[in-house]
């Protein structure tokens, strides 16, 4: 007999197995036994809802039925039938069981309701729990909107490098790449490192970002975008920093920097209305779920809306979108910086917004998505378009609530002087960027792109809290278990 998945089984519209024999395969959540009968609660992944499966210990053999434990993998036929309890529209009246995996009583998911920290330290396990189902199936859909968002667009998915030799966005913050045995390493006549001996003949990193080679993309197939791995060696042990996180990275030819905000307000509203229309189930529960924790919050630090609801309003509100000197007037004068209560005071023009000023502007000045622009050259990164101020350059942020920053992007330098001189400035090896300062040498254009962080997005759709939640094995400082 053919297996039938539970999404499918549990399916109303259809019921096309109702009153029929099934097969099903799953994991067992919970079992409950009564006198004479004993309902287990199945799960294969497919759908957050169990499939209650009756069990008549009249009919099975007792050392069969001991082996169905929590996190025990077993198959069952049966008729499925409308279900008389409450819970569940159908279930399945156990015919046949099969035991394909025993879970002895060391199963470390026994009951139910444990905390985060004990489930990320038994990560190759928690995707077996509801909350880590729902979040792990609402971040393939989230990808898999994303790339539907960009096809239907006429982007080119473009696969950039994850190795590269360019460290001009800060060597500081890079995992090296190298060949060497780390205990013999050569050393070159002045006994410093002779990279010309490993494996690229040269010092190379995990990347940081897709952008660089992303724009060369976008000045030949017009619109690319990028969707891969980054790593940042930043030793920053936050709830919004991974050493290894995603990134999409459209870079299109063109565009200046309204029309980049208005894709990537956009793109955000297309991809949190797809996960609406498609994740519902696993939605309703993360909300519910939210909502417990908050439960003995004190009511200043309680959610405003629920989880669906904080989603929808971000649908039906249009971003605001105010530069950074205007940011800079609104927090320099706002309450909190007055009364001294911003760990980082807000004094002088062209300081860099801690994420404490941010989640000011967002969550409690304007409540909804912001989109800040302009920023101060100094703080920004070298291939940012320059305004004719001299003093800022045409970036932009996009920055949510409970998150921050979720998006920076720019309007890109494409003046080859302009851009060579601000390399100098800033002091990066204009050598290694020979191939990048090639765009502006050759048939430059006026183009435009941004960062999206994945795992940012992940936290605002799926109301976690911690980054470390929202990707399978996350690696963060002193943690690459799994
Ligand atoms: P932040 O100031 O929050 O550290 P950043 O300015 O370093 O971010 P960018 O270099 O602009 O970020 O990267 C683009 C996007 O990638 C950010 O908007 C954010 O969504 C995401 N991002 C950056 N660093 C991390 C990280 N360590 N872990 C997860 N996501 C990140
Ligand atoms: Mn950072």
Redesign the pocket.
């Known amino acids: 007999m053919k297996r039938t998945e539970i999404a499918d089984v549990l399916k109303k519209q259809t019921q096309t197995h109702l009153n029929q024999s099934v097969k099903v395969q799953g994991w067992v959540r919970t079992r409950r036994s009564s006198k004479n009968v004993a309902f287990v609660a199945l799960n294969d992944g497919s759908t957050i809802n169990h499939l209650q499966v009756v069990v008549d210990l009249g009919k099975f053999d007792e050392a069969l039925l001991k082996d169905v434990t929590t996190g025990a993998c077993i198959t069952v036929v049966g008729v499925l039938v409308e279900s008389s309890g409450q819970g569940q529209a159908v279930e399945v009246h156990a015919e046949e069981i099969i035991i394909t995996g025993t879970s002895p009583a060391d199963y470390p998911l026994q009951k139910k309701g444990h905390s985060l920290e004990f489930l990320r330290e038994n990560a190759h396990l928690r995707i077996r729990t509801n909350t880590f189902g729902a979040v792990f199936r609402i971040r393939h859909a989230l990808a898999f909107a994303i790339h539907r968002f960009f096809n239907d667009k006429g982007f080119f998915w473009l696969h950039t490098p994850i190795i590269t030799a360019s460290d001009c966005?800060g060597a500081g913050s890079m995992f090296n790449v190298t060949s060497f045995d780390l205990n013999d390493v050569p050393k070159d006549a002045q006994g410093e490192t002779d990279y010309s001996l490993d494996f690229f003949g040269k010092p190379t990193h995990l990347t940081?970002?897709g952008q660089l080679e992303g724009e060369l993309g976008a000045l030949a197939l017009g619109k690319i975008y990028t969707f891969g791995p980054?790593f940042?060696a930043?030793n920053?042990n936050t709830t919004?920093?991974?050493?290894e996180?995603w990134?999409i990275e459209p870079e299109m030819a063109f565009y200046d920097i309204i029309d980049n905000m208005n894709l990537a307000e956009e793109m955000l509203k297309y991809v949190i209305s797809y996960i609406l229309d498609n994740c519902k189930d696993d939605l309703v529960f993360l909300q519910e779920r939210r909502a417990k924790e908050q439960m003995n919050k004190p009511k200043n630090e309680k959610d405003v809306m629920g989880l669906i609801e904080r989603l929808e309003f971000v649908l039906q509100n249009p971003f605001e979108r105010i530069t950074y000197t205007e940011a800079y007037e609104i927090l320099k004068n706002a309450k909190p910086n007055k009364k001294k209560q911003f760990v980082f005071p807000v004094e002088e023009w062209g300081f860099d917004l801690q994420?404490e000023h941010e989640r000011f502007l967002v969550e409690k000045h304007f409540k909804k998505p912001i989109i800040i622009t302009d920023y101060p050259k100094s703080i920004k990164a070298f291939y940012m378009k320059q305004n004719e101020d001299g003093k800022t350059v045409r970036a932009m942020?996009?920055l949510f609530p409970q998150i921050?920053?979720?998006?920076?992007?720019s309007q890109r330098e494409e003046n080859h002087d302009k851009l060579l001189q601000r390399i100098k400035e800033m002091n990066i090896d204009e050598k290694s960027l020979w191939w990048y300062l090639d765009t502006r040498k050759f048939g430059t254009a006026p183009h435009s792109g941004?960062?999206?962080?994945?795992?940012?997005?992940m936290l605002f759709v799926t109301a976690m809290t911690n980054?470390r939640d929202v990707i399978p094995f996350p690696r963060a400082p002193l943690s690459a278990e799994f």
Do not use: A, P
Request: no cysteine; net charge negative.
């Open positions: 966005e940081v970002s980054t940042r930043e920053s919004r920093h991974l050493s996180f990134m994420s942020d996009v921050g920053e979720i998006i920076g992007g941004y960062g999206l962080g994945f795992e940012r997005l980054i």
